[in-house]
């Protein structure tokens, strides 16, 4: 049982590149979200999944797209990187009305 | 609109004191729970406690104890005897609703223990 894992760990991309973090749960929960954390800011919500083949925005989804089309996994997209995305991203996953259970994180830099 | 403070930047401690970390939140929602994560230096958020709005119940697990006082709209965290082990940032979450739209963090509290 391995909880909530994100692929990369690391990333640098260059200015315009694109990407995508993928998360994946073991834990058969409905609900996947992704947060980016960021200096003296804490997380703040960027996307969310309450099931598979739904999405909805959070607090900050400019510049990101999401995509759930398999319960276990939820993608994070960056079509055209800039430095202001330059974070560490976190995934997590819950069940309803549950505490959210957190992947590792990935650190990006975009140069 | 939901909103978690942690007015708290950074907290520095010499080992064995207790420290609390103060947590306040606003909320128009009757029912809601609220978290404590841990971020230790590798980088992971550890689940520490969750509480719910009905339940005001304070809290104590080893070293750990939290109070949960509505009144105040407060949720605090007390670490008794503090150990090194204990250095991390700590972080306030709040959750409304239906969970949907994730957690609302407070900006964290770096703790120091020091030897």
């Known amino acids: 049982n391995a909880g909530v894992t994100q692929t990369p760990k690391f990333r640098v991309l260059k200015t315009g590149q694109s990407m995508t973090l993928l998360c994946a749960q073991d834990?058969?929960?409905?609900?996947m979200y992704w947060y980016r954390q960021d200096p003296g800011m804490g997380l703040r919500l960027i996307h969310y999944?309450?099931?598979?083949?739904?999405?909805a925005k959070g607090e900050v989804p400019d510049g990101y797209n999401v995509s759930r089309l398999k319960k276990q996994n939820f993608l994070l997209g960056l079509e055209s990187a800039a430095p202001s995305q330059t974070s560490v991203y976190f995934c997590?996953?819950?069940?309803?009305?549950?505490?959210?259970?957190f992947g590792p994180g990935t650190r990006l830099t975009v140069l | 609109a939901q909103k978690v403070t942690q007015a708290q930047t950074e907290i520095s401690v010499v080992e064995k004191e207790d420290v609390t970390l103060d947590c306040v939140y606003e909320?128009?929602?009757?029912?809601?729970?609220l978290f404590w994560y841990k971020q230790p230096p590798s980088g992971e958020l550890v689940f520490l406690i969750r509480?719910?709005?009905?339940?005001?119940q304070n809290e104590i697990s080893g070293r750990y104890s939290w109070n949960f006082q509505k009144s105040t709209s407060s949720f605090n965290f007390t670490i008794t005897a503090s150990q090194v082990v204990d250095s991390a940032v700590y972080f306030c979450?709040?959750?409304?609703?239906?969970?949907?739209?994730?957690?609302?963090f407070g900006k964290g509290t770096h703790l120091i223990i020091q030897p």
């Open positions: 997590a996953s819950s069940s309803q009305r549950a505490t959210q259970y």
């Open positions: 834990m058969n929960h409905e609900y």
């Open positions: 999944s309450v099931g598979e083949g739904t999405t």
């Open positions: 909320t128009r929602d009757t029912t809601y729970y």
């Open positions: 509480r719910n709005s009905f339940d005001e």
């Open positions: 979450a709040l959750w409304s609703g239906g969970g949907a739209d994730g957690l609302t």
